[in-house]
């Protein structure tokens, strides 16, 4: 059945918006052993990418595994333990996911050079 364009105009005025899907943090250690520190670390790394802890989705894997998802996220940022094949610090779109991989907050807190790298990395993806 063909839609008339005009009787569609009429019933539909409103425009359409695309939303886009929230990043997603993956954690290799679950929320509640995260320190205070370094969750207010998280928290200035989202704050510079234009996100909070509120507008994003935060999910603990102990080993990084995007395959098992039902729905693929559009972007991820990963800390944890680094995975073979995927480079730290580097945007890359495995099976159409943007994704950076960086060391543990823990680690990270501590390592100067490794949150310029980070840094360098999400204005690369988050165009900041």
């Known amino acids: 059945m063909d839609v008339n364009p005009i009787l569609f105009d009429s019933l539909f ?3 359409l918006f695309a939303i886009s899907p929230s990043p997603i943090i ?3 250690q679950p ?5 205070a520190s370094e969750k207010i670390l998280l928290e200035k790394i ?5 996100q909070t802890l509120n507008t994003v989705s935060i999910k603990y894997q102990d080993s990084l595994d995007l395959s098992a998802w039902a729905e693929k996220p559009s972007q991820v940022i990963y800390f944890g333990m680094p995975v073979k094949g ?3 610090y580097e945007t890359i779109t495995p099976n159409g996911v943007r994704m950076i991989a960086s060391g543990n907050l823990k680690d990270l807190s ?3 050079d490794a ?14």
Request: glycine share 2%; charged share 30%.
């Open 26 to 28: 993956i954690l290799d």
């Open 110 to 112: 501590s390592n100067e």
């Open 13 to 15: 005025p409103e425009g």
């Open 86 to 88: 995927i480079p730290l």
């Open 115 to 128: 949150r310029k790298k980070l840094w360098q990395a999400l204005k690369k993806q988050f165009s900041v």
């Open 46 to 50: 989202l704050t510079a990418i234009k």
């Open 31 to 35: 929320w509640e052993t995260i320190t």
